[in-house]
């Protein structure tokens, strides 16, 4: 979008997902129609500040926070109460518990249908056998859920990167001993997991928000380790292939953020929720090329000299200066994670037209790709 001094530069593919959509729809149908009741979500309905926020202000409560610290004690929810399952879904554990309670689950159940896809790909791994290999962040409320549905039917595993996934192979070989791995992977695998019978047979799944590519990387690394022990002819007996589980929006973003690696730009600016996973990615590949900025919204554009952003892998928000070069026309990639409304977007982009008097009406310019 060409302004004359500043031009923005959007991928093909950002913003809210099917499975976001329809998560925020079902929450505000919940208020509609339970006036008067105490309406509960279990977590963020999505790591997106602005919509939790929303969600907040009409009066949903909610019962714990992503990491699973408690809000609202369970013994104070009773039958009477609503309660929505957000887009990750949760446990089973939690699920019986609220069962156990009478509280009704389905009505306003928002798990995205391709969080669904990989938990009853998982089943469906463990009733053949095999082990469930879990990509994701082991303190993610989707990575948590996957691990508890994964485990009803089979041994499971969790590795957070492709570091992980080589130390988990040493065990696989057998080069490690089945006491290394209680310690190295504690807290990572389920109930009775045993290294020496329970990884004969594997398939990776995923954390539907992490790096597609980084979870085919690692599902082919373990195809190779077993053919490596097996042999090739055997490699069916021990590896089952599960791309099929990738989060179609996840790769359309992705994908579409790739490409934006093959443009000439000066900087980009990727919006979202710090603690939102897939927009952490979608900076991953951004800082490949450009200098990046993470940043949940407009208020963090604080002049055109400074801005306050977040670096993710430190988990800390820092001041840049003299963040916007005086190149002309400046390129600037904007782009955002599935759970941040196009809005907040829009709202980036008209801060950033403050600082250029001569930018052309934001009237004329779309009027130009109507």
């Known amino acids: 979008m060409d302004f004359g001094p500043v031009q923005f530069i959007l991928p093909r593919h950002f913003g809210f997902c099917y499975g976001v959509e329809n998560a925020i729809e079902i929450s505000y149908k919940a208020l509609e129609e339970n006036p008067g009741k105490n309406v509960l979500l279990l977590s963020q309905m999505i790591h997106n500040p602005e919509v939790n926020e929303d969600l907040r202000s009409r009066g949903i409560r909610f019962i714990m926070d992503t990491d699973g610290t ?101 065990y ?3 080069s490690k001993t089945k006491a290394e791995f209680y310690d190295e992977f504690a807290g990572k695998y389920s109930s009775g997991f045993d290294p020496e019978s329970d990884l004969l047979r594997v398939g990776v799944v995923n954390q539907t928000t992490m790096l597609a590519t980084e979870t085919q990387a690692i599902a082919d690394f373990f195809k190779q380790v077993m053919a490596q ?83 993710y892998h430190r988990k800390e928000k820092r001041v840049t200066h003299g963040y916007l070069p005086d190149a002309r026309p400046l390129r600037i990639i904007l782009t955002s994670g599935a759970s941040c409304p196009d809005t907040v977007v829009d709202r980036v982009m008209l801060r950033l037209l403050e600082f250029f008097s001569t930018a052309q009406p934001v009237e004329a310019v779309l009027a130009a790709y109507a």
């Open 70 to 170: 408690q809000f609202i004690p369970w013994n104070e929810i009773s039958q009477d109460d609503v309660v929505i399952i957000p887009a990750f879904g949760t446990t089973l554990e939690i699920e019986h518990l609220l069962l156990d309670k009478g509280v009704e689950l389905q009505k306003y159940n928002t798990t995205c249908p391709f969080v669904e896809k990989v938990w009853n790909r998982a089943d469906k791994l463990g009733k053949d056998h095999y082990t469930v290999i879990i990509h994701g962040k082991p303190k993610h409320e989707e990575t948590r859920a996957t691990f508890s549905h994964s485990a009803r039917s089979g041994p499971a595993v969790i590795v957070r990167d492709m570091e992980e996934a080589q130390r988990l192979a040493n």
């Open 172 to 174: 696989l070989l057998g």
């Open 229 to 311: 022990r097996y042999g090739e002819e055997a490699i069916k007996q021990h590896f089952a292939d599960t791309r099929d589980t990738l989060c179609y929006a996840t790769n359309d973003n992705q994908d579409a953020t790739y490409e934006l690696l093959k443009t000439d730009a000066h900087l980009a600016l990727v919006v979202g929720g710090y603690n939102s996973s897939n927009t952490s990615h979608i900076v991953e590949l951004c800082e490949r090329k450009f200098a990046t900025y993470f940043i949940s919204g407009e208020q963090e554009i604080k002049s055109a000299n400074e801005i306050h952003h977040f670096i």
